[in-house]
């Protein structure tokens, strides 16, 4: 069946380091990979999408791979700060031809 | 603010009530996306619409159903409402409803079923 991993359910760093999150999935031939951010209790928020053939993009201080013969994507934070503190998703296309979200890393940076 | 609008924001009522959340889209975009997030279950998608037409089914139940009227504004009805309904209910909306698309998300309804 199809499964979407993201690594360890929290995640707490010191501010100003990087952020290294994962997602890995199986049995999904994925064109591009989605990753939103969601604050609690509110909506997730688009960041950044990677198509297969990119292997890396980058906005601002977050940067996005993508090894489709892993199946993995990691997503970094560099400079970390406190308000980069949320539950991060990942988001692929499902066999609904819909997008079928990860169950999110939630990331704490300290002060 | 994403620009899609959720109403109500919360909502409480009982096992076996019946309730209709209300979502409007951005201005613009063609399709509404509507997803149920719990604590168990993380984001579920569960219908879209494009331009009034129901374009794609996830996981949900029968008990659900949706429609997206002519302004675009789409509303969400859940029936014979049991305690694990309870959750966040989100609403998004994308211009061409397409997958690939950004969807812009709402601010949710909060739904607890006592």
């Known amino acids: 069946s199809q499964k979407i991993e993201q690594n360890s359910e929290a995640l707490n760093i010191q501010e100003g380091k990087t952020a290294t999150l994962t997602c890995n999935y199986t049995?999904?031939?994925?064109?591009?990979l989605q990753w939103y951010r969601q604050d609690p209790g509110r909506g997730p928020v688009f960041l950044l999408l990677i198509r297969e053939n990119e292997k890396e993009k980058r906005k601002e201080r977050l940067k996005v791979t993508f090894d489709t013969t892993l199946k993995q994507s990691l997503f970094h934070i560099t400079a970390s700060q406190p308000a980069d503190s949320a539950t991060y998703l990942c988001a692929l296309e499902g066999s609904a031809r819909q997008l079928t979200f990860g169950s999110g890393t939630q990331l704490t940076v300290l002060p | 603010d994403s620009g899609v609008t959720q109403t109500p924001k919360h909502l409480i009522t009982a096992t076996g009530q019946r309730v209709t959340l209300r979502c409007s889209p951005r201005s613009g975009d063609l399709s509404v996306y509507w997803y149920q997030q719990s604590l168990d279950q993380g984001l579920q998608f569960l219908i879209q619409?494009?331009?009034?037409?129901?374009?794609a089914k996830g996981n949900i139940l029968e008990r659900f159903s949706a429609q997206q009227f002519p302004d675009l504004h789409s509303e969400l009805n859940l029936s014979s409402l049991e305690l694990g309904d309870s959750a966040l209910y989100f609403c998004?909306?994308?211009?061409?409803?397409?997958?690939?698309?950004?969807?812009?998300f709402g601010p949710g309804t909060r739904l607890l079923v006592l």
């Open positions: 049995n999904y031939s994925p064109a591009y």
């Open positions: 998004a909306s994308s211009v061409g409803g397409v997958p690939e698309e950004t969807q812009y």
């Open positions: 619409y494009y331009n009034g037409e129901e374009r």
